[in-house]
């Protein structure tokens, strides 16, 4: 439960969090699932009581993670910031950091005030699993044509409807026009990361991205063939929705 006082003595505060999201069930709260919203305003309880009002930056999907997320806390409450942070770590568990914590103007919201996000796909491209990245990137065991997916990804780029990018589920469509400002796909030995930059995201639109890119990989999808995806605007013509646990949420732009 969220209260604030609305008075002369209100305060916005940017937290910049980093999270491990393996055992959350996304950022939002829930009613039967913990989440990291969840876990954050628990802390904020026992430091200030129940003065805060709490607005995430983006909805990260069950078992996605954020090397950077930002929310923004309106508070009547005096504590400083230096001093917010601190408690926070103390009190928050240990797959949540806070990393930074700022006083911010009234009227910036950390959703509506984004100018651009960055997501990072981790795929681990090795015949071999790794026992340390279980839940931290994709294994994928087949070879990658990197300079062939990162050529092919080049097709994102732009102001598109993306609606054969997204998981149509009951929240209303809305107008599905993405500004993908950059897309790159390279290699650090056996780790291929894809990176993508936009105005915004639809659900699950990285995610799909990622695994058309693996369908293209596979010959089952041509190497030319995301604009003619773009151009149907139908889910069914793209590759299938890539595992959440590749995914990270690293960069927000305001």
Request: net charge neutral; proline share 4%; glycine share 6%.
């Amino acid at each position: 439960m969220q209260h604030f006082c609305d008075g002369d003595d209100l305060r916005n505060l940017l937290l910049t969090i980093s999270y491990d999201g393996k055992r959350f069930h996304g950022w939002q709260i829930q009613q039967n699932a913990y989440t990291v919203q969840e876990a954050l305003q628990n802390s904020l309880s026992k430091i200030i009581g129940n003065d805060f009002d709490v607005k995430g930056c983006s909805r990260t999907d069950s078992g996605v993670h954020a090397n950077r997320y930002c929310v923004s806390v309106k508070t009547a409450h005096p504590i400083p910031p230096e001093r917010l942070k601190a408690a926070l770590n103390r009190w928050l568990p240990l797959s949540v950091a806070v990393l930074d914590c700022r006083e911010v103007g009234l009227d910036f919201h950390a959703r509506y005030s984004c100018k651009s996000k960055e997501y990072i796909y981790k795929i681990w491209n090795s015949e071999v699993r790794s026992p340390f990245l279980d839940g931290y990137a994709l294994h994928y065991r087949y070879p990658l044509d990197v300079e062939q997916l990162d050529s092919a990804a080049q097709a994102y780029v732009g102001k598109h409807d993306f609606t054969s990018f997204c998981t149509l589920d009951n929240r209303e469509p809305g107008d599905m026009t993405r500004d993908v400002k950059r897309f790159s796909v390279t290699r650090d030995g056996d780790m291929v990361i894809m990176r993508v930059e936009a105005d915004g995201f639809l659900y699950n639109m990285v995610r799909i991205m990622v695994g058309t890119l693996l369908r293209i990989a596979q010959g089952k999808i041509p190497p030319d063939g995301i604009p003619a995806i773009i151009e149907k605007k139908d889910r069914k013509y793209a590759g299938p929705t890539a595992q959440a646990c590749g995914l990270y949420l690293n960069q927000i732009n305001y």
